[in-house]
């Protein structure tokens, strides 16, 4: 069963701090995606990126990068220079083949204060 | 375009009450889904469409009941609900299901059953 585990529950930072925000996952597939969403207060799940498991190059996209290593079977995520806006709840998710949806984790609100 | 619509925004309804949620993609996707989200909670998988046909039903009392009329809409129809399925509903659309492609959701209906 795919199963998706994040372990911080909350984080809160100071603007302009970096975090990190981290996710394990557990598939016995060999093919798989994993993505990461972020949903603000509003409710809307806004997707951020989406990596297949044959790809374990880093990204990175302005503030925002994404460290995938398939040896512990993480995908973290850390935004640099963090800002108000960043202020959110992140999942991390995982899609198998076999099945037809996505799985979330639990969750880690993060709320950056100014 | 990479939205999906959902209306109504608010809900509240009695428990005798037969109401339905509304979720519409114009992006030619083949894949929709319902997800239905507690406060804190990670969103939850009821139910995914695969070309207009039901391919995932996760168990789901009997008092939701959705319909796909055809591959751009969505429906959820509501009947004889309980406080417990006050929740946000979120719809959500991909390109197809099981392949790895990221979802979009929308904004979602926040439904409270009095």
């Known amino acids: 069963a795919q199963k998706v585990t994040q372990a911080q529950t909350e984080i809160s930072v100071v603007e302009k701090e970096d975090v990190t925000l981290d996710c394990v996952y557990e598939?016995?597939?060999?093919?798989?995606?994993l993505f990461w969403y972020k949903q603000p207060p509003s409710g809307e799940l806004v997707f951020l990126i989406r990596?297949?498991?044959?790809?374990?190059q880093n990204e990175i996209s302005g503030r925002y990068s994404w460290n995938f290593q398939k040896s512990t079977s993480s995908f973290n995520f850390t935004i640099t220079a963090s800002q108000v806006v960043d202020s959110a709840v992140y999942f991390c998710a995982l899609s198998e083949p076999a099945f037809d949806d996505m799985r979330f984790g639990a969750g880690t609100r993060l709320t950056v204060k100014p | 375009d990479t939205e999906v619509t959902q209306t109504p925004k608010h809900l509240v309804m009695g428990m005798t009450n037969k109401k339905s949620l509304k979720c519409e993609q114009h992006?030619?996707?083949?894949?929709m889904y319902w997800y239905k989200q507690k406060a804190k909670k990670p969103p939850e998988l009821m139910f995914v469409?695969?070309?207009?046909?039901?391919?995932i039903n996760e168990s789901v009392p009997s008092r939701f009941s959705p319909e796909c009329p055809n591959s751009s809409l969505l429906n959820l129809h509501l009947h004889a609900l309980q406080p417990e399925d006050s929740a946000l509903y979120l719809c959500?659309?991909?390109?197809?299901?099981?392949?790895?492609?990221?979802?979009?959701f929308g904004q979602g209906t926040r439904l409270t059953v009095v």
């Open positions: 992006m030619g996707h083949r894949a």
């Open positions: 959500a659309s991909s390109q197809a299901a099981g392949v790895g492609t990221e979802a979009f």
């Open positions: 469409y695969s070309y207009e046909k039901l391919s």
């Open positions: 990596r297949n498991s044959f790809d374990e």
């Open positions: 598939t016995r597939d060999t093919t798989y995606y």
